[in-house]
């Protein structure tokens, strides 16, 4: 009998507070978990709670125990961001030094958040250097990156802070609890003629996020409007191209370039909350049907606005797994708008409503495009006509929707789940990384 891909090892896997995102985190990073453990891992949980808190002597007993356990590698569960929180970095990277497997969300957004202390709120606090920390990272020699999104590996190589290779792309796994309800109960069969949203859109979060000097508002502006005349543009690349734009002197003065600190503090607000925000709603809204609006759980003030743009308001929160799977399959059709930090990729959130059984609509992009190739196309749009003529198409066609949903299903547990994902990268990065030494 052929041993699992993962027999043997020992592996430190990352476990999010328990309050973190109303639990979703801790529920995922069970998730990834388990997924090792069924490929043969011994996996040893690092609860970061005592990291986070500052409870030493918690802290170090765990430290003991991992000693003990002897771990061939740690990783970052859900995301990466969790192993180089600078608590979690020092005690459980640095002082075990042991390789570590980072499979990044938004790396361009969440490294420098974790890198620099203090997080300046306005330019006259900004601080020069990250760009010679984010390399020090970056080229860590005991340290394997994994990228959802081939755009920030180019991203990452034009800011001159480090090259990885396309390998180093992967999609998103995607939980089994997914693919096991969609082969035991999902239809996409979903008897509502609405179109569902799920997800957060930060409509009060983007309010609350203003600037003294009014060109970086008028810098916003612009490259919001930029977004609107072309679907296909990245926040990134828009928000960069503005900046760019400004005149030396006053880039300068605004402490606007990669290695200023402010620089990085105001492409975190921009992209993961501003760009998530209005915009997201009126791309959703450009399907011409009445929009059932699945989230903003814990923002009573964005669900309001959101109702007051003539959506329903739906489940405000669905705990992750069978739940989720669920709503998924029970609507006839949902429309996603691509997360803002993401340059040519893409959340699990796909996946799993196509695993599970349900069917979305998506913003166009290529790594989406390079992952399904033929099948991508039909779910992809670029534009509100594009978008509006593809959901009555396919609300009119539930057949043809239902067979789509089928094909993409097909092909995701070979490929897309958390399990294929680890057997296929884990033992990749542990060879790079012994041969290294």
């Not at 801790?26 to 090792?36: E, K, Q």
């Not at 001159?160 to 992967?170: K, L, R, V």
């Not at 693919?179 to 008897?191: H, L």
Request: hydrophobic share 40%; proline share 6%; with cysteine.
């Amino acid at each position: 009998m052929a041993s699992l891909p993962l027999s043997g090892l020992r592996l430190a896997v990352t476990l999010p507070p328990a309050h973190f995102f109303s639990g979703c985190d801790l529920a995922i990073a069970r998730d990834h978990v388990f997924a090792l453990q069924q490929l043969g891992a011994a996996v040893y949980e690092f609860d970061t709670t005592p990291a986070y808190m500052r409870l030493k002597s918690e802290l170090g007993k765990q430290l003991d125990d991992l000693r003990r356990f002897r771990p061939d590698a740690v990783i970052g569960a859900p995301h990466a961001g969790y192993a180089v929180q600078p608590f979690v970095r020092h005690s459980l990277l640095d002082e075990l030094d042991v390789p570590r497997l980072l499979y990044w969300d938004h790396a361009l957004l969440q490294l420098p958040r974790y890198l620099v202390k203090p997080w300046p709120g306005s330019p006259g606090e900004s601080s020069a250097g990250v760009l010679a920390r984010l390399r020090a990272l970056f080229k860590h020699p005991r340290a394997f990156h994994f990228f959802p999104d081939s755009g920030q590996i180019s991203a990452l190589h034009h800011l001159g802070i480090a090259d990885f290779p396309p390998d180093s792309t992967y999609i998103p796994g995607i939980s089994h609890q997914y693919v096991d309800y969609g082969r035991d109960q999902g239809d996409s069969s979903g008897e509502s003629r609405e179109v569902a949203f799920f997800g957060n859109i930060y409509i009060a979060a983007a309010r609350k996020i203003t600037y003294a000097d009014e060109t970086l508002l008028a810098l916003r502006g612009r490259a919001l409007e930029r977004l609107k005349a072309d679907w296909d543009c990245a926040p990134y690349d828009a928000y960069r191209e503005e900046i760019q734009g400004l005149s030396p002197a006053l880039r300068s003065e605004l402490r606007l370039g990669p290695d200023e600190s402010f620089y990085w503090r105001f492409l975190f607000d921009e992209l993961s909350v501003v760009a998530n925000g209005e915009r997201r709603l009126q791309v959703a809204l450009e399907c011409g049907r009445p929009l059932a609006y699945f989230g903003g759980f814990a923002d009573p003030e964005t669900r309001e606005a959101v109702s007051r743009a003539g959506c329903r308001l739906a489940e405000e929160y669905l705990p992750f797994g069978q739940p989720l799977a669920a709503a998924y399959a029970r609507q006839a059709m949902a429309v996603d708008v691509g997360n803002a930090p993401y340059i040519n990729g893409f959340s699990t959130k796909l996946f799993s409503c196509f695993a599970a059984g349900g069917f979305m609509l998506t913003s166009r992009k290529a790594d989406l495009a390079g992952a399904l190739g033929d099948l991508a196309e039909a779910i992809m749009f670029s534009s509100a006509e594009e978008l509006s003529a593809k959901v009555n198409h396919f609300l009119s066609a539930p057949r043809e929707r239902r067979n789509l949903t089928r094909q993409i299903q097909a092909v995701i547990p070979e490929k897309f789940t958390l399990s294929a994902l680890y057997a296929r990268t884990v033992p990749k990065a542990l060879s790079a990384l012994k041969g290294h030494e």
